[in-house]
């Protein structure tokens, strides 16, 4: 595929869908211990069974290993565009009971697996394969089990012998001859690289080192003067993009948190620890030092001190070891993302979860109609966005706000929020967002990886499930809403559910990949889930794995779907955790008809940008750049809106203004939103300041805004047949 002038442009430039290697793929599997009991960590949510510093080993190995047999030859200057899309990395996270159920499927699968596991599971796992071409990896050797510690190397090359003589066994005709051929790749040359190993710093080393750096010593970051975290995660990142070169300029930005009740020191759950810890030090050292650490979560203890060695405290202690081993595998969680995407990392301070009450006010105003119920909004939302300005590094903003850029976001944090260069990052960037809790929802999430590639045409059914009592004003909201933007390709299919059993029906009718929910939504506070109301019921979307097809590409016309005072038991993680792979949901309650407009606008958007892909010299789209530009679209509606209602803009002048920045930003225009600017000025007579300023006053927060995407929208190709490509 063509790139068209634009540095940003569409997300995946320059290949040919048929471009396939004669090699086999690799796909890759970690396989989970059983659950224990359905037992999870207090504060972030991973199941028990995985929380071990073994488990993390195995996570760092997956992430540096290669992605395909074509690495296994490659120089190592050339390993960035052997990771572009859609040919990256193939990698799934289960449990083992469900790899054994997918065995069915893997004997019949051409690729080499390689399935890593925990010694204690390694033979169950090779009882359970039925595939030939596998690999079985742990960290110890046993029959027929690679133990990667007996191995020696550069650790992302430890496999390179094995992979490459199970292909071989493998191949046949003139594969085989192709692959016997080649020569493997040397060993990476050793440098005097320096590494931190640390938290805030290792996914970006772990970037580096599946790209061949190799890291001969390692210093620990001294939390002795103010910057140094800052300084360590900027120096990683750096590293990691100058190794990447122009292949990819986007990053990922996560910020750790534990579930967002628990930042109540006052709740139940903490005084019933901290009966139990009779020192006031100790008590401080976790409320403070652990917990409510503003910066990066670094302390330094004397263990002979006032406070003793806090480890062998029966109650601080497995809450220390616990909440250190929760932040490992956050760690090597968003490793594998940044491996697989090649992506370099930049985490946030911790101050930036510490915001609960903020967006508990927010909510409460956003509940309410009226002007002053708004303008208390707009106030208590400039508030929260000035203070996550205050407490994000500027160099990180600087990165964050690079034009044409795609950020995927790990994070509970209302990042998409932040104010960079006079815009909301969820307007300037791509944005796209993985929670932070559930841990082993976000695990999963991190490590997943593969591309989904649909056709135009698989996108032309949609699924609109509507819930709404008879008499209820919003019922026929979505249906005049399209009624207005009439589409042309899709076929949209109306089903009204009356109850929770009619909705599972319709999606297991359903062969499609958009699914749109039109009822209420909300949630049941911090402590609770969020839910979707379908008749009598309040639906939980958790409930329906494993009874319901979920498509992959979830619209939710909802209130509170993502519910930014709610837990993390949103409808939104639900769907998630169910089988969607993006999700398109809602921070606070929508206003009814707007929502509806929105929907019925984006619907309108997906029948007619996708034929006219060809038009920018395209054949490919991911689903997030799609709905990156609706949003900009939709936000440039926004305010326009704003000052048509105040009838400093005419309609006239409101057409052509919208009509000029749609194209703009169907063509990626770096410069959009300022032409946006200058045109308002131009037609309300205010000058470009006053403008500015009149939107950062009255319009920090609009409707757009309160919409965000959860999911990997990034791994959904859409493809557009019709030229030679």
């Known amino acids: 595929m063509a790139s068209s002038n634009n540095d940003k442009s569409i997300e995946v430039v320059e290949y040919n869908i048929e471009d396939e290697s004669i090699f086999p793929s690799l796909m890759y599997w970690i396989v989970t211990p059983e659950s224990k009991g359905g037992m999870y960590t207090p504060f972030q949510g991973f199941g028990v069974e ?58 019949h699968d051409d690729s080499i697996q390689i399935i890593l596991c925990l ?134 930005v996560f910020a750790p948190s534990i579930s967002r009740h ?15 810890i009779e020192s006031e030090g100790l008590q401080s050292l976790l409320r403070d030092g652990v917990f409510r650490n503003k910066g990066y979560s670094g302390i330094t203890l004397k263990v002979d001190g006032d406070l003793g060695n806090p480890y062998a405290h029966p109650v601080v202690g497995p809450i220390l070891a616990g909440r250190q081993l929760e932040l490992k595998l956050t760690t090597f969680g968003v490793a594998n993302l940044a491996c697989n995407t090649m992506q370099p990392a930049i985490r946030l301070p911790n101050i930036v979860n510490f915001h609960r009450s903020h967006l508990q006010v927010i909510e409460e105003h956003a509940k309410r109609s009226g002007v002053k119920a708004r303008s208390q909004m707009q106030k208590a939302f400039k508030s929260l966005s000035d203070a996550l300005s205050d407490e994000i590094d500027d160099r990180f903003k600087n990165e964050m706000g690079r034009q044409n850029l795609a950020i995927t976001l790990v994070t509970d944090a209302p990042i998409e929020w932040l104010p ?37 045409n698989e996108l032309e059914d949609v699924l609109v499930i509507r819930s709404f009592e008879a008499d209820d004003q919003v019922r026929p909201m979505l249906e005049r809403a399209m009624d207005v933007f009439k589409v042309r390709r899709l076929r949209v299919k109306l089903i009204d559910a ?10 297991n009718n359903f062969t499609g990949n958009l699914v749109v929910f039109d009822c209420h939504g909300g949630h049941d506070g911090d402590e609770g889930h969020g839910w979707l109301q379908i008749g009598p019921d309040k639906v939980d979307t958790w409930e329906l794995a494993h009874i319901a097809r979920i498509p992959p590409i979830v619209i939710l016309s909802a209130c509170s779907t993502y519910a930014l005072a709610g837990s993390h038991a949103s409808v939104g993680n639900g769907f998630i955790r169910s089988g969607a792979t993006a999700v398109i949901g809602t921070f606070l309650p929508v206003d009814a008809l707007l929502s509806a407009m929105m929907v019925a606008r984006l619907l309108f958007r997906i029948d007619e940008f996708l034929p006219a892909l060809h038009e920018f010299d395209a054949d490919f789209i991911t689903w997030r750049t799609l709905i990156s530009t609706y949003l900009k679209m939709s936000y440039s509606t926004d305010l326009l809106m704003h000052f048509v209602g105040k009838h400093q ?35 309300t007579s205010i000058s470009e300041r006053g403008v500015r300023a009149e939107i950062d006053q009255e319009c920090a927060l609009v409707e757009t805004m309160l919409y965000c995407h959860i999911g990997r929208p990034e791994r959904i190709l859409i493809y557009v047949p019709g030229r030679d490509s």
């Not at 899309?85 to 054994?100: D, N, S, T």
């Not at 009356?498 to 999606?507: Q, T």
């Open 262 to 276: 628990l930042y109540d020191f006052k709740s139940n759950f903490w005084n019933k620890v901290f009966r139990q």
């Open 420 to 456: 960079v260069n006079g815009l909301p990052l969820m307007v300037r960037n791509e944005v796209s967002r993985i929670c932070m809790t559930p841990g082993n929802l976000m695990l999963t999430q991190c490590v997943d990886s593969g591309t989904l590639i649909l056709s135009a």
């Open 649 to 683: 803009i005419e309609v006239g002048d409101f057409e052509r203004i919208a009509r000029l920045s749609t194209l703009d930003i169907n063509h990626f225009h770096p410069y959009w939103y300022d032409r946006l600017v200058a045109r308002i000025s131009k037609a």
């Open 119 to 252: 010694p204690h599971d390694a033979q169950t796992v090779r009882q359970y394969l039925l595939c030939k071409q596998a690999l079985i990896v742990s960290l110890e050797s046993s029959e027929g089990v690679i133990g990667i510690a007996e191995l020696t190397g550069h650790l992302a090359q430890r496999l390179d012998q094995a992979i490459y003589d199970l292909a071989l066994s493998g191949a046949k005709g003139p594969m085989k001859s192709e692959i016997a051929r080649k020569s493997l790749r040397g060993s990476f040359p050793e440098r005097k690289s320096v590494a931190r190993r640390a938290g805030v710093t290792l996914p970006n080393e772990t970037l580096s080192v599946c790209l061949g750096e190799s890291y001969s010593t390692a210093e620990n970051i001294l939390p002795t003067k103010t910057g140094v975290y800052e300084e360590a995660i900027l120096e990683s990142f750096n590293h990691a993009r100058s190794l990447i070169g122009d292949i990819n300029k986007d990053l990922i």
């Open 498 to 507: 009356a109850c929770a059993s009619e909705v599972v029906a319709a999606l």
């Open 50 to 107: 995985i929380v071990t510093s073994e488990f993390c080993s195995l996570l760092e190995l997956l992430a540096v290993l290669p992605a395909s047999i074509q690495e296994l030859f490659a120089m190592q200057e050339a390993l960035p565009s052997l990771r572009r899309p859609p040919f990256a990395k193939r990698c799934a996270i289960v449990g083992l009971r469900y790899f054994e159920r997918a065995q069915d499927k893997i004997k």
